[in-house]
């Protein structure tokens, strides 16, 4: 089927994008492919602007404010100092900075793109180590790698500490490594044990996915060759001098925060792992399994499903699940052909519209329609988790679900529709005509009833709310 140039930009700027800005379509009209293959680049995604800590600097920060909440509660301190509160708030400022790049880019794909993969290797905010950890990990091991190769992205997620804390990767020690043999002379029961977690998640979620074939014996191996992928700690306090005082310890082998690999916790022995052994030793063991599962057939069926749901249907078309197979194995996993191969496909441009928006890409694609962007996180963090979906909180290592079952039950329409309402009653003092808004916003694929009920509408708020939750706008 054959859209005109005019169909195309409105799909280009809402599908393939976060939600149009004014002006938007009307770029992309000229040349929609163009438009989205312009925005693919070799440096990656954008980075969020603020005073945004690297990891190393915000797992210090956590760790003491963690250590100083300890020493008040010993204390009887009431109320406890704010440390651990500031450091909280720093999460909620970084997740701020992570919108206001949605809602101001002029390269929606590119961020849609971008936040895809974190959703891929999600991180959840199940206590306060992965809550800090979690704007960090996307700047870190997620935007830099995206229109890169699939492997390096793999390999970076797998060894940012933050998913080696949040999948208890840190706690994993071979039962017959060195370190295990040592506790385990002292005290049997402090031997330690495998942590399976990390090997898992990777190939049942990041990699070949559930059904690929591969046994709960591949996962044990794979776990024992990732013993070792730990974090540097913080030192121990330095003990009060005395006489006697032996030398100071020397300092660590890396700086606290960073990846370091323990050679004294990793399971020696070769490893065999779907149908293959790996006789490499120490870390780079784990490294070429990781090699191996993201050149496999598996890998690239998985990845490419999941994209068409992401952008195209829940349900996509298999031609267009296996063109995006096809171009990911013929170019070694190259995100930047697959991302090309996506935009290329005639399937990916096919009307109607029939993804339901998350929460997210609906409050960030109404701000994009005014040419606004939150200012306070107070307006817009706990607005998104009253719709379900609270900040960098995905309930599991599955990340947040993209299905229309998920998000477009009635009691959750309600409560946009309450969003969009207070949402429209905000911005009417500084929106433009709603129907120019309206046309700028959906260009071809606003119908003719919505622009109706949009210009008879009494007042401004009126007439944007019913923009906001028209079918139009609310899928893409």
């Known amino acids: 089927m054959s859209i005109g140039p005019s169909a195309k930009a409105a799909i280009a700027a809402t599908r393939f994008g976060l ?24 440096e990656g995604a954008e980075q969020p602007q603020g005073a945004l800590p690297p990891s190393d600097q915000a797992f210090v920060a956590l760790r003491q404010a963690q250590m100083m909440q300890r020493q008040d509660k010993a204390a ?71 229109f890169g190769r699939f492997e390096d992205l793999l390999v970076a997620s797998s060894r940012h500490p933050a998913m080696l804390i949040y999948l ?3 706690q994993s020690i071979g039962p017959n490594s060195p370190a295990a043999v040592k506790r385990g002379a002292a005290d049997p029961s ?52 005395t006489p006697f005082s032996a030398a100071p310890p020397s300092p660590p082998p890396m700086p606290p925060g960073q990846f370091i690999f323990r050679q004294n916790v990793h399971e020696p022995g070769p490893r065999h792992i779907l149908g293959k052994p790996y006789a490499q030793d120490g870390e780079a063991q784990a490294r070429a399994v990781l090699h191996d599962l993201a050149a496999h057939p598996a890998t690239a069926r998985h990845l490419a499903l999941k994209l068409a749901r992401h952008f195209v249907a829940d349900d996509p078309p298999p031609t267009l699940v296996a063109g995006l197979q096809k171009a990911y194995l013929q170019s070694d996993g190259r995100l930047d052909q697959l991302a090309a191969a996506l935009i290329d496909a005639p399937e990916a441009w096919a009307p109607p519209q029939r993804k339901f928006k998350t929460p997210y890409e609906f409050m960030v694609s109404s701000y994009r329609a005014l040419n606004r962007e939150p200012v306070d996180y107070k307006l817009f963090g706990p607005e998104l988790a009253s719709l379900g979906q609270a900040p ?15 998000w477009a039950a009635p009691d959750a329409v309600i409560k946009r529709m309450d969003w969009a309402e207070a949402f429209a009653a905000a911005a009417a003092p500084v929106m433009d005509q709603p129907v120019q808004v309206a046309q700028q916003t959906l260009g071809a694929q606003l119908s003719p009833a919505v622009n109706l009920a949009v210009s008879r509408a009494e007042t401004r708020p009126e007439a944007f709310s019913i923009l906001l939750m028209s079918p139009e706008f609310q899928r893409r």
Request: net charge neutral; with cysteine; aromatic share 10%.
């Open 19 to 42: 939600g149009a800005r004014p002006g938007e379509i009307e770029l992309a009209r000229r040349d929609p492919v163009g438009f989205l293959k312009a925005q693919i680049r070799p």
């Open 76 to 146: 009887s301190l009431s109320p406890p100092k704010p440390a651990l509160a500031d450091v909280r708030q720093g999460a909620q400022q970084e997740f701020l900075a992570r919108a206001r790049l949605a809602c101001s880019t002029d390269a929606g794909f590119r961020e849609r793109w971008t936040l895809f993969w974190c959703n891929h290797f999600t991180i959840g905010a199940k206590n306060d180590d992965t809550l800090v950890l979690a704007g960090p990990f996307e700047r870190e091991a997620i935007r830099p790698y995206v």
């Open 168 to 170: 208890d990767q840190f």
């Open 392 to 406: 960098f909180a995905a309930p599991s290592p599955k990340g947040w679900a993209e299905d229309a079952q998920t």
């Open 190 to 241: 402090k031997r330690g044990g495998l942590n399976e977690n990390l090997g898992r998640e990777i190939m049942e979620l990041h990699t070949l996915g559930v059904g690929s074939g591969y046994t709960q014996a591949d996962v044990t191996e794979f776990a024992r060759a990732l013993t070792g992928w730990s974090i540097q700690g913080l030192p121990p306090p330095p003990a009060p001098p």
